[in-house]
C-alpha cells in the first residue's frame, strides 16, 4: 500500500496506530469463554497467540510504550486493561459463586493478576519461545486459582 493511500485511511499516526491496535485485537483476543469455560478459553487463547508473534510484538512493544503520559495509545491500553481487569474478575466471581474459586483468593486480585502474568509471560515467550511455555503458564496458575470440578 502507498503513503497515499495509507494517508487517505489513517489521516494521522494516532490513528494508524490505534488501528493496528484494533486489528491485533480482531485477530488474538478471541470471546473469552465465560462460566465454567473461562479457563479452558484463556489458554486456548494463549496457545493462538503462539502462531501469531508479531501481532504479540507490536502488542507488547506498544503495550510498555504506552506508559509515557503523551503516548497515543495510552488511553487505548487504560480502557483495554480495565475492561479486561472486570471481565476477568466477574468470571473469578462466577467461579467462587459455584464453589469453584479456592478459599481466599480475592476474584479482582485473580482477574488482575492473571492480565498481568499473561502480559509478562507473553514478553518472555517472545524473548525465548523454546524455553517459555505460555499456554503452560497459565493453565498452571488458574490451576492454582480455581478448583478442579467435583
Not at 469455560?37 to 484463556?42: E, K, L, M, R, T
Not at 507488547?60 to 506508559?67: D, K, V
Not at 493453565?139 to 470440578?149: N, S, T
Amino acid at each position: 500500500m502507498s503513503q497515499t493511500s495509507v494517508l487517505h485511511h489513517y489521516p494521522n499516526k494516532q490513528e494508524l496506530l490505534i488501528a493496528a491496535l484494533k486489528r491485533r485485537d480482531a485477530v488474538t483476543d478471541g470471546t473469552p469463554g465465560t462460566g465454567e469455560c473461562f479457563a479452558q478459553s484463556i489458554v486456548e487463547q494463549a496457545q493462538f497467540n503462539e502462531g501469531a508473534a508479531e501481532l504479540i510484538e507490536l502488542y507488547a512493544a506498544l503495550c510498555g510504550e504506552s506508559t509515557t503520559s503523551d503516548h497515543p495509545a495510552r488511553s487505548y491500553f487504560e480502557a483495554r486493561f480495565e475492561r479486561l481487569r472486570g471481565e476477568y474478575g466477574a468470571e473469578f466471581e462466577f467461579m467462587k459463586s459455584i464453589g469453584r474459586l479456592r478459599p481466599g483468593v480475592d476474584p479482582h486480585v485473580a482477574g488482575a493478576s492473571l492480565l498481568a502474568l499473561w502480559d509478562g509471560i507473553q514478553v518472555q515467550w517472545l524473548l525465548s519461545p523454546d524455553d517459555v511455555d505460555m499456554a503452560g503458564t497459565l493453565k498452571a496458575y488458574l490451576d492454582l486459582v480455581i478448583l478442579p470440578e467435583s
